[in-house]
């Protein structure tokens, strides 16, 4: 079979653009193909736009706060047709990263149509057949809409369309207590919506309940109503929503956002007919993120596992070194970061508690210091929050952060967790004061506190002072 290309990559996403760039950078001939628009959700209705979202109304929530420190300031007038020009500003302004002349400045052919896997090395794109030795599949995943009754006739709001908005939601319903959720409830509430969030469960479920508790709280301060049921019903136009709920209440609204969760886009590529297996929700990848078909690679969200954008740009490094090396390469996620960008943030990397709990028992110790006493979180009037770190022995294995810029100091976490650092090292480490980083500092050195000051450097300590009594 004569090959056209050395690499194929179907998806111009995080995942997808970091293999092809990758690829392309080594030297292989690469052709790229996205339908849609280039950055994929990250850029274009996900991480990008939300966190300009959540600055927009961060901003307005200060002018909220009346007097502090001494300054006083106006209660903010929202301009939501202003804020939706500083969402699409923000995305403009990063396009370019992720652009196709990018892309093709660096040795990418980018094809700009929909791809249809023919067979193990074939791709159809604009009615050519492209052929490959490796495959890559970075076709990213779309919001999951539950099947509710009525669902279908409403114009609800998803991560999709919700940037497109050039009016304030009056009242918006949100589906969901996840990450999405939790941001677009805080900050449209911020805004000036009234919100109320419906989740049956616990909200932002795999974060630590500690840390949870603290967002909801402020939350529910700053007037997000939160109701603990499930959606039974839909019903509505726009402008008007009603959620019937199975514990018989109703809640109204102008909007609904469902945020209940994203399924991978494995349909309509041709991978069914080809023969690579899919589980419940994306391709079936081993470690190194090879399909049931090998020579095929899935990476970032359409397989099965974490959908978080950095690490969909950690499996595209990866299948780029393992393409071109010719190297294995396997996924290791026990340091895996990720952060919910509330108010105050909430950090994890590693374990949670709960898991360390799990698996060590006994062995376990858990580390706690709070913002409350550490200066620069006094001194700035903003001690929501702690820092909590897992550790087997002195070895870190998770740590749960929940406070201002959390997800900046998750950092050290990951040196540790992977043994590239140890918590004597940062424990003992010279820190910039005031900095909100010597919380790390405090709880690495509060692990060692009791073997720095133990039973045996204490008789040594006696030892060298009786010498200094007797010789001075």
Known sequence: MKFTHDVIV??????????????ALFGLKVALIEANAMGGECL?????????LITAARRAQQGREGTRFGVGLAE???????????IHDAIAQIAPHDSEERFEEMGCEVLRARATLKDRQSVEVGGEILRAPRIVLATGSEPMVPPIPGIGGVPYLTNENLFELTELPGELVVLGGGVV???MAQSFCRLGSKVTVIEPGRPMGRDDPESVDVVVDTMK????VFVKDTAVRVAGSAGSVSVELEGGDRVT????????????RVDGFGAKEIGIETGSNGFVVDKRRRTSVSNIYAIGD????PRLTHVSGYEGSNVALEITTGLPTKVDFKALPWCTYTEPEVAQIGMTEAEAREAYGEKLKVVREGFDHNERAIAEGQTRGHLKVMLKGK???GASICGKNAGELILPFSQLITGKASSFAIGSAIVAYPTRSEITKATAFSAWEPTVFGKIPKRWVAFVAGLRRTFA
């Open 181 to 183: 959720g939790m941001e």
């Open 302 to 305: 359409c397989r099965e596992g």
């Open 253 to 264: 609204g102008t909007h609904l956002l469902v945020a209940t969760g994203r399924k991978a």
């Open 10 to 23: 179907i998806g111009g996403g995080a995942a997808g653009l970091t293999a092809a760039g990758g690829c």
């Open 221 to 224: 301060a700053e007037g997000v």
């Open 395 to 397: 070895k870190v294995v």
């Open 44 to 52: 274009n209705n996900g991480c990008v736009p939300s966190k300009a």
């Open 76 to 86: 903010p007038r929202i301009d939501y047709p202003a804020v939706h020009r500083h």
